[in-house]
T-cell receptor, first 113, second 110 residues
């Protein structure tokens, strides 16, 4: 087990709604990254948080936002949900300044109807 | 051109076979490289890091060729439990933009 936990495991929303996904990082890790994985695709980088600030962002619109808390846990918020947002959302923790291997949580499966 | 390219497969191989996957990347400044394994709809798990000198972990051997910008993974004596999707991962440095390939699906057949 990686020690990275995500909640909820599954979620069903309708178009236009908002969603918040949560992640607790592995003990000792200070960086959290979020990924979106559509069916049949590799994980796509959404953004990374380090020291409670966004530290890099992939090609995702502003309606994808996040937070990191002092205990290094993190939230991913998605506003105005679209059908194409249906995917597995993965959180990964790492330790900045090392080889920065990623350790993933088991993900949240989001379905937008 | 995609930043990280992999053949999605599937590769169907018999038990005991040797199978190799390749992955190419476009950013010549990339700094670190990994192979991850992902079982169906579960989270990716780190399989091994990849170094220019080549590295081996049991039946698995990984190799990096910086000049040609490709990474390889060799699996010897395939087991049924090796059936999974293998993701090539490249860390471009900077703000640590980590890019995953689409993954190569391996199915080991009895």
């Amino acid at each position: 087990e990686t020690g990275v936990t995500q909640s909820p495991t599954h979620l069903i929303k309708t178009r236009g709604q908002q969603v918040t996904l949560r992640c607790s990082s592995q003990s000792g890790h200070n960086t959290v990254s979020w990924y979106q994985q559509a069916l049949g695709q590799g994980p796509q980088f959404i953004f990374q948080y380090y020291r409670e600030e966004e530290n890099g962002r992939g090609n995702f619109p502003p309606r994808f936002s996040g937070l990191q808390f002092p205990n290094y846990s993190s939230e991913l918020n998605v506003n105005a949900l679209e059908l194409d947002d249906s995917a597995l959302y993965l959180c990964a923790s790492s330790l900045k300044g090392t080889d920065e291997k990623l350790f993933f949580g088991s993900g949240t499966q989001l379905s937008v109807l | 051109r995609k930043e990280v390219e992999q053949d999605p497969g599937p590769f169907n191989v018999p038990e005991g076979a040797t199978v190799a996957f390749n992955c190419t990347y476009s950013n010549s400044a990339s700094q670190s490289f990994f192979w991850y394994r992902q079982d169906c709809r579960k989270e990716p798990k780190l399989l091994m890091s990849v170094y220019s000198s080549g590295n081996e972990d049991g039946r698995f051997t990984a190799q990096l060729n910086r000049a040609s910008q490709y990474i390889s993974l060799l699996i010897r004596d395939s087991k049924l439990s090796d059936s999974a999707t293998y993701l090539c991962v490249v860390n471009g440095g900077g703000y640590q933009k980590v890019t995953f390939g689409i993954g190569t699906k391996l199915q080991v057949i009895p």
